[in-house]
């Protein structure tokens, strides 16, 4: 094939490169979808439009499925790198500014955002008040991808429940939870007194799990027990153990409401109990963000009345 000179590149193709990205990423067209909401013919059109304006093929589409061509993986590396340099290019010119611009990327792991130790409204009240000019985008994800997100600068900040210390982030501790082993009213261990349930009958139970390397505390509270499912969000952790056929750890406050309504029960409080934080992560960089920085001091500020040195 013959390739054309490229010549200007403007705001269209640009567009382009980044439905083309979000595609490889998701694995194909039909998965795009909904990361790019926008129609499957609507895509094809756009990455129609991107490989006649190379004047290549970019992507194999059809009954064997989605891949890439030997030109596609090429476009791909370097579209990767000019979306990164214009994102660089954005933070250091909305750094110039008399105050902080831009977008802040913050993602909260799973209940979070209603928890009120988190103390979110008032973060995000006096942060808009001091930088009005930021557009807050705020998302809900699983703690497994937020640390390489932050690390690879997907993400700006990530509030996520402490269980390990990577060399390349910075940590600001919000609060300790206390988790507990729970079961359901239809389990057979609610009934029993603590004093009756033996270490046996606990590893023998069914016990849904984060589904994470756990730190050193909570690895040896598992090595002996039946894992028999997975599930990240409490949520789901709660759902599963009020059929009665699973047990789960949980925070304390998060099971609360369902302690008081009689609907759930710590079990073997005195041996099943770990304390796991919450932190604010950030990446380690010398890169400036005002954004960024100025969060962190509104954190700082909102949970000044309490210590918030790390018991970890």
């Given at each position: 094939m ?5 010549g200007q590149?403007?705001?269209?193709e640009?567009?382009q ?9 998701c ?13 499957r ?10 490989e006649?304006?190379l004047?290549?093929?970019?992507c ?6 989605f891949?890439?061509t030997?030109e ?6 370097q579209?990767n790198q ?12 909305n750094?110039?500014?008399a ?9 909260l792991?799973d209940?979070f ?7 979110l409204?008032s973060?995000?009240s006096?942060?808009c008040?001091?930088?009005p ?11 497994s ?14 509030f996520?429940?402490?269980h ?8 600001l501790?919000?609060f300790?939870?206390?988790h ?11 009934a029993l ?5 033996t270490?046996q009958?606990?590893?023998e ?5 984060a ?6 505390e909570?690895?040896h ?8 499912g997975?599930?990240?969000h ?8 009020m059929?009665?056929q699973?047990?789960c750890?949980?925070p304390?406050e ?16 005195a041996?099943?109990h770990?304390?796991?934080g919450?932190a ?6 010398a ?13 700082r500020?909102?949970?000044?009345d ?5 018991p970890?």
């Open positions: 013959q390739y054309l000179s490229l590149f403007g705001d269209s640009i567009k490169l980044k439905i083309f990205k979000a595609v490889v990423d694995g194909g067209f039909s998965a795009a979808e909904t990361e790019l909401n926008i129609s013919p609507t895509i094809s059109n756009h990455i129609a439009n991107l006649s304006r004047n290549m093929r970019l194999k589409r059809g009954r064997g499925g891949s890439m030997e596609g993986e090429v476009v791909y590396e579209t000019l979306l990164a340099r214009l994102e660089q290019f954005r933070n250091t010119i750094n110039l500014g105050r902080p611009a831009g977008q802040l990327k913050i993602t792991s209940s955002s209603n928890d009120p130790r988190c103390r409204p973060i995000f006096h942060f008040k001091r930088a000019e930021v557009e807050l985008k705020v998302e809900v994800g699983q703690m991808r937020m640390e390489n997100m932050v690390l690879n600068d997907k993400l700006d900040l990530a996520i429940p402490y390990r210390r990577l060399e390349g982030l910075n940590y501790h919000l300790t939870d206390e507990y082993l729970y079961c359901a009213k239809q389990h057979p261990l609610f007194p603590d004093k009756q349930i270490e009958m606990i590893n139970s069914k016990l849904i799990h589904g994470l390397k756990p730190h050193e909570v690895f509270l598992l090595s002996n027990m039946n894992l028999a997975r599930s990240y409490y949520e789901t952790r709660i759902s599963m153990a059929s009665g699973f047990i750890f949980l304390r998060i099971a609360r409401p369902y302690v008081d309504s009689g609907a759930l029960r710590a079990i073997a409080t041996t099943k770990f304390t796991l919450a604010v992560i950030s990446k380690k960089t890169q400036p963000n005002r954004a960024k920085d100025l969060f962190l001091d509104t954190i500020a909102i949970f000044s309490i210590d918030t040195r790390a970890y």
